[in-house]
């Protein structure tokens, strides 16, 4: 780990509220959550640029701040270290969820996947965390190799490379022929165009050409809403935790989703059907009017139809994985994913 230079950050530490009082200074009742920050990109930061690692109760909609740090990143090196203090006595058997961004000029553009965590005081260490670059600019360009569907975007002698739910920035590099890109300082990641072919390469696979078969920038809306269209999405994880429904148990208890050609948007949220109105734009997803029935069902079916809705009712961009699963992404970086 590299020396750091200079270190200035704050910390704010927003707790939920509970009865009582509780003594913050007893050791007994306090625990630290440990970790860094790490991206793979030699794009530099800009000034007065900031990470943002937080803790939220994902139990329940719009579920509270527990704790969150807020670090300076002028002369940090990476990886960026945190610590967050969390009170055992004001956590209850809630889902929690730790997420991290760095913010440039106010606006996010670099995450880290949602992690589960718990209030345990023997979790403590969370290892490194690699954060994935969020592209503001929309992907030009669809391609399918093999089973594999990636998007790619071009500006400046960079190719921004989508597979998955990862975003690989990728250098030009010179070539006899086409435009070949490849990962800095590792040339087993590459991108090799040719026309409306290329040739891909993650990590030492190689797949299958990649064929262009549209133009994403005039056709992408087209493309992404007749996969979405294409099937019935059964949801299968909200927000990294896993909930699809186990063999022989009942139909209606799994979370379900239907995206009409009528923009309109059906399905079943573990317990309530629901429907509402969805608008796709490259792969800009909203909804809009959701609203369903009003039955009662188990803690854990109406814990998951919560956070389903809220992160369907938030939900701001689509991606589709290696596995061709549906990832819905909300504004505060939540995830449903259906397949």
């Known amino acids: 780990m590299k020396q750091l230079t200079s270190l200035a950050f704050t910390s704010v530490v927003a707790m939920t509220a509970v009865s009582g009082c509780a003594n913050n200074n007893a050791p007994s009742e306090q625990h630290q959550l440990t970790g860094s920050l790490s991206y793979l990109s030699r794009i530099a930061l800009a ?12 139990s ?13 990143l002028d002369k940090q090196q990476l990886p960026i270290p945190f610590t967050l203090e969390l009170n055992n006595h004001k956590l209850d058997s809630g889902t929690y969820s730790l ?41 030009s360009t669809l391609m399918q190799c093999g089973e594999q569907r990636i998007h790619v975007a071009y500006d400046d002698g960079l190719a921004f490379l989508r597979l998955g739910n990862q975003t690989h920035t990728l250098d030009q590099v010179i070539s006899a022929s086409g435009a070949r890109y490849q990962l800095a300082n590792d040339p087993s990641t590459e991108l090799w165009n040719k026309g409306d072919k ?23 809306e087209s493309d992404a809403n007749a996969i979405l269209q294409g099937s019935a999405w059964q949801v299968t994880n909200l927000n990294g935790e896993d909930v699809s429904v186990p063999a022989g ?41 959701l609203a369903g029935t009003m039955m009662m069902c188990t803690d854990a079916q109406m814990k998951n139809e919560r ?33």
């Open 249 to 289: 148990v009942e139909g209606d208890s799994e979370g379900s989703l239907n995206f009409g050609d009528d923009g309109r948007v059906f399905g079943r949220a573990f317990c309530n059907s629901v429907n509402g109105s969805y608008q796709l734009q490259g792969d800009q997803l909203s909804t809009s009017q």
């Open 307 to 339: 956070t389903m809705l809220d992160v369907l009712g938030h939900a701001k961009r689509i991606e589709f994985n290696a596995s061709g699963e549906l990832i819905v992404f909300a504004e505060d970086g939540r995830t449903l994913t259906a397949r």
């Open 99 to 139: 997420n991290a961004v760095i913010k440039e000029q106010d606006q996010v553009s670099w995450r880290s996947a949602p992690i589960g965590v718990s209030g345990k005081p023997s979790d403590t260490a969370l290892g490194n965390l690699e954060l994935q670059q969020v592209a503001e600019y929309k992907f």
């Open 60 to 72: 329940v909609a719009d579920g509270k701040v527990i704790a969150q740090q807020r670090i300076d």
């Open 47 to 58: 000034p007065n640029s900031v990470a943002e690692v937080t803790i939220r109760d994902t």
């Open 198 to 220: 290329a040739l891909l390469k993650v990590k030492g696979k190689a797949y299958s050409e990649c064929q262009s078969y549209s133009n994403v920038s005039n056709n992408q």
